[in-house]
């Protein structure tokens, strides 16, 4: 698993950053507020699994993930769970 140095050191590279706040961040609307945006510009990562497969989705923090969507999206089928 990388670093956070190493992490930082690859996201330069395409000018982005990580940010850290001394706040914590739990949810959307808490991100949202600590970094003064709406909630549709945080993104989040979600872990799901269709069936016996792992599957991260990246969403909008004002999105929800629609299972059917999501499988269809994956080409898999099975129970999707969230992890």
Known sequence: ???LEQ????LSRFDL???E???AT???ADA????????AE???TLLFRVGETPV???AAGDRKVASGRLKAAAGLSGKVRMV
């Open 42 to 44: 945080i993104g989040k």
């Open 56 to 58: 991260a989705v990246l």
């Open 17 to 19: 950053k990580v940010l």
């Open 21 to 23: 706040y001394d706040q």
């Open 1 to 3: 698993m990388p670093t």
């Open 26 to 28: 739990p949810t959307v």
């Open 7 to 10: 992490v930082r050191d690859y």
């Open 32 to 39: 949202a507020r600590v970094v003064g945006c709406s909630e």
